[in-house]
């Protein structure tokens, strides 16, 4: 029955698309709420007018069937899993949302409009999308003006492996679209992230004036984690990111939530940080430079 009045979501991705259309309120369930950051939705949980269902790889499908939405929303991530499997004998009409395959961070944002349509707002969800994309080509074409290409690093070392954005990434599109010089962006092996160690990083990007996507918010603190790191340029220089600007105490980050559906802030936040100049007004919005004490 469309509009939904009621939906269970099992991911908190979906949460940027739904507030954009208005729709939060027709949220009963949600999974994880730990790793939620929505402020609407936690207080949702906190009156029990949202009941959390725990992990969403292993549904409590007792409460779900308690909850009884019209529909549940799922990433698919795991459709032929067990836990999948228990979902669809539920009876319960699931919504596949597939946004993270899309190859383009414009095509993910696009997923409003397959949300917008069980709301009965396909004319505003088409809306919503033609001005972030807008908005989105705009800034991307005054990148593209600028001779200077400042080169970039990303992410860090997590237990001997240092993931990579590949050539094909979401980040590899940023970095591109922002006029960022980022050394894997021809590298399209693989479409989610090369694998690559702490060593590799110094050879290739000793000399990177920036540095994103670190899971620190000091300096210090990142220089504690690894010596090694305080040899990059970009550390020497306090010229490094983290993505934690929009974060909750328990875990939530918005930067993986409402980032989603609002491509057009993750490149404001990263040619602010490539480009300044282009951008002098804005404020960053999900990133922001470590402090140095």
Not at 9 to 37: M, P, R, W
Not at 184 to 204: C, F, K, M, Q, R
Request: hydrophobic share 35%; net charge negative.
């Amino acid at each position: 029955v469309i509009p939904l009045k009621s939906i269970m979501t099992n991911s908190a991705t979906h949460l940027g698309f739904l507030e954009l259309l208005g729709e939060l309120d027709k949220v009963t369930g949600v999974c994880n709420s730990n790793y939620i950051y929505n402020p609407t939705i936690l207080q949702g949980v906190k009156d029990g007018t949202i009941k959390d269902l725990g992990d969403a790889f292993n549904l409590d499908i007792e409460n779900l069937l308690l909850l009884h939405p019209q529909a549940v929303m799922t990433s698919a991530y795991n459709a032929e899993d067990e836990n999948g499997r228990r979902m669809k004998q539920t009876g319960l009409p699931i919504l596949y949302n597939i946004e993270w395959q899309e190859k383009s961070i414009l095509g993910r944002a696009e997923w409003i409009k397959f949300i917008g349509a069980f709301f009965d707002k396909e004319k505003l969800a088409d809306s919503i999308f033609s001005q972030i994309a807008e908005q989105y080509n705009e800034i991307k074409k005054k990148a593209e003006k600028l001779s200077y290409s400042p080169s970039i690093l990303s992410g860090q070392d997590y237990r001997g492996t240092w993931s990579m954005p590949s050539g094909r990434s979401y980040n590899a599109q940023l970095f591109r679209d922002a006029g960022a010089n980022y050394y894997y962006a021809n590298d399209t092996t693989v479409s989610g992230s090369i694998s690559s160690s702490i060593e590799e990083a110094l050879i290739h990007f000793n000399q990177a004036d920036i540095w994103v996507g670190v899971q620190a918010n000091t300096l210090e603190d990142l220089g504690k984690m690894d010596p090694k790191y305080k040899l990059f340029k970009s550390y020497k220089n306090g010229n490094v990111y983290h993505i934690n600007k929009r974060t909750n105490i328990t875990g939530g980050n918005d930067y993986w939530e409402s980032g989603v559906a609002r491509p057009d802030l993750l490149l404001n936040d990263m040619i602010k940080i490539v480009h300044p100049s282009l951008l002098p007004e804005y404020e960053l919005t999900y990133m922001d430079k470590l402090k140095s004490k």
